[in-house]
């Protein structure tokens, strides 16, 4: 799930980043595998703090005919950046663009509105897209979580993308599908994405920064 995440970055930083002239042309790559980094750790700083929730109501608002509804604070890209979560990446990339690529403040915030949630926006529909198998809330979440595994039921089916499924728009739900305890889930989730980054601690960045990288290198 990961390399779906990253060739959405690809596809929208065609426009927003490439073939910006704000952003030149030997940062490209850099950006883009930067904007890519931003939305994996912020889930994964998400995960790791207990917030497995805000990262449902994120998805769980999207629309499955890829239409304008895609988030739950509201509708399309506009909706997205209303959301807290987004509003932490978008800060957080701005920041990056400015310290590291020298662009100016407007610059930095004009390419950060325009790839993270152009991104999000299209992760999310692709997540939520029932006709394509190869994304779903556990493939994505398994990616942050150190070993790459999709978090599954004993069963084999799509745990967390079954709870997805379950919602058709806000509120919450105390447990899922054979009875699950969401607060159980939440709290495995938070260990496996604190033992993730502490292994990326550890390592210099870890696995997934050099998938990452090795994406736009």
Do not use: C, W
């Not at 499955?64 to 987004?86: R, Y």
Request: cysteine-free; overall charge negative; glycine content about 16%.
């Amino acid at each position: 799930m990961i390399d779906q995440l990253l060739n959405i970055v690809k596809q929208f930083g065609q426009e927003s980043i490439v073939d910006n002239p704000e952003v030149p042309n030997k940062d490209n790559q850099n950006v883009m595998a930067d904007a890519s980094q931003t939305i994996a750790h912020g889930f994964q700083n998400i995960l790791a703090g207990g917030g497995f929730q805000n990262i449902l109501d994120l998805f769980k608002g999207a629309d499955n005919n890829n239409q304008q509804q895609s988030s739950s604070s509201g509708g399309g890209i506009a909706g997205l950046l209303k959301n807290p979560i987004v509003n932490m990446m978008v800060g957080y990339f701005i920041s990056k663009l400015v310290s590291k690529y020298k662009m100016s403040p407007s610059s930095a915030s004009s390419v950060a509105n325009s790839i993270i949630p152009s991104a999000l926006n299209g992760l999310i529909q692709q997540v939520n897209d029932p006709n394509n198998g190869g994304a779903t809330l556990d493939s994505l979440i398994g990616s942050l979580t150190g070993d790459g595994q999709e978090a599954q039921s004993n069963g084999g089916s799509s745990q967390l993308q079954d709870i997805l499924n379950s919602f058709t728009g806000g509120g919450g739900a105390n447990t899922g599908g054979g009875g699950l305890n969401i607060q159980d889930l939440i709290g495995s989730l938070t260990n496996q994405a604190q033992n993730s980054m502490e292994n990326r601690s550890s390592e210099g960045g870890g696995g997934l920064l050099n998938v990452i990288k090795g994406f736009f290198n």
